[in-house]
């Protein structure tokens, strides 16, 4: 079993910054891509930036130039850092990872609880 479990969302004027963190643990072997995702309401689950074992990253059009992701692989650990905070980057976060289990070796993609951005105008 593997668990994520993200921190840093929180309310913030437009323009603003926060970190996001997702920290996984349990039986873990390797962790190969992590990822940020968001919900806003009423809205679909999307993509915002991924970033593979070796540090290779992608962010959706709507965030580049604004947010970065990175990850310390020895802590297990993706963050997100977002500057230039709009209002319509409010939504929930959710951080993803494929993970390798231990002992059994198989592949799982494992999702975070999700945790709230909210930006206000």
């Known amino acids: 079993q593997v668990q994520l479990v993200e921190s840093g969302g929180g309310l913030v004027q437009a323009g603003g910054s926060l970190r996001l963190s997702c920290a996984a643990s349990g039986s873990i072997f390797s962790i190969n891509t992590m990822g940020w995702h968001r919900q806003a309401p009423g809205k679909q689950r999307e993509l915002v930036a991924t970033i593979t074992r070796e540090g290779i990253t992608q962010y959706a059009d709507s965030v580049k130039g604004r947010f970065t992701i990175s990850r310390d692989n020895a802590k297990n650990t993706v963050y997100l850092q977002m500057n230039s905070l709009k209002p319509e980057d409010t939504a929930v976060y959710y951080c993803?990872?494929?993970?390798?289990?231990?002992?059994?070796?198989?592949?799982?993609?494992?999702w975070g609880q999700g945790t709230q951005v909210t930006v206000s105008s």
């Open positions: 993803n990872a494929g993970v390798l289990t231990t002992p059994s070796l198989r592949f799982n993609t494992v």
